[in-house]
């Protein structure tokens, strides 16, 4: 699976998600709609894509994501709990089965992910994608979607 590249790891999951009948929406951050991308370039997808947003400001995490602004005043916008809340209400939101979520700094290279599987499981993960080098921007976000369609990959794979 590792060399697979985005565009097959979504055709795979696209196949696990028809066949399951799930349906995915996004609510992204760092990674700035590039998973959401990756579901759109697929025809049909919207038998899958419920919904994608960018929620880059703390005001959208609240306003599109669903975040509760108390939590976010609590722990601040990169943290296990936020994306944790956004990957279920942007299930919930968008009557999907599944909610992915992303947030994280450029600068520091640390990534949150938040992965909703209804009535299944809320998962979270954190990942440093600037641990042995300084990455570029662009760098990052395209190692945290890769990340983040793998982890669904398997995810979907297990259950």
Same mark, same amino acid.
């Given at each position: 699976m #590792? $060399? &697979? #590249?985005?565009?097959e790891?979504? !055709?795979?999951i696209?196949?696990?998600?028809k !066949?399951?009948?799930?349906?995915?929406? *996004?609510?992204?951050?760092? @990674?700035?709609?590039?998973?959401?991308s990756?579901? @759109?370039?697929?025809?049909?997808?919207?038998?899958v894509? *419920?919904? #994608?947003?960018?929620?880059?400001?703390?005001?959208?995490?609240?306003?599109?994501a669903g975040? +509760?602004?108390? =939590?976010?005043?609590e722990?601040?916008?990169? +943290?296990?709990?936020?994306?944790? %809340? &956004?990957?279920e209400?942007i299930?919930?939101? $968008?009557?999907?089965?599944i909610?992915?979520?992303?947030?994280?700094?450029?600068? @520091? #290279?640390?990534?949150f992910?938040?992965?909703?599987?209804?009535?299944i =499981?809320? /998962?979270?993960?954190? &990942?440093?994608? $600037? !641990?042995?080098?300084? /990455?570029?921007r662009?760098?990052? %976000?395209?190692?945290?979607? @890769?990340?983040?369609?793998?982890?669904?990959?398997?995810?979907? %794979?297990?259950?």
């Amino acid at each position: 699976m #590792g $060399n &697979m #590249g985005n565009k097959e790891l979504v !055709e795979h999951i696209f196949r696990i998600c028809k !066949e399951k009948k799930y349906t995915i929406a *996004t609510a992204e951050s760092i @990674t700035g709609g590039r998973i959401a991308s990756a579901f @759109t370039e697929i025809s049909g997808s919207s038998t899958v894509f *419920t919904a #994608g947003v960018v929620c880059y400001s703390e005001h959208s995490k609240v306003h599109s994501a669903g975040v +509760d602004i108390r =939590l976010i005043n609590e722990v601040g916008v990169y +943290d296990e709990k936020i994306v944790a %809340q &956004m990957a279920e209400r942007i299930a919930k939101r $968008n009557v999907a089965d599944i909610g992915v979520s992303t947030s994280g700094r450029v600068d @520091t #290279g640390k990534v949150f992910f938040g992965f909703y599987i209804k009535g299944i =499981l809320l /998962k979270t993960h954190i &990942m440093n994608f $600037n !641990e042995k080098e300084i /990455k570029s921007r662009a760098s990052i %976000q395209h190692d945290a979607t @890769t990340f983040a369609l793998l982890y669904i990959l398997d995810v979907l %794979q297990k259950i």
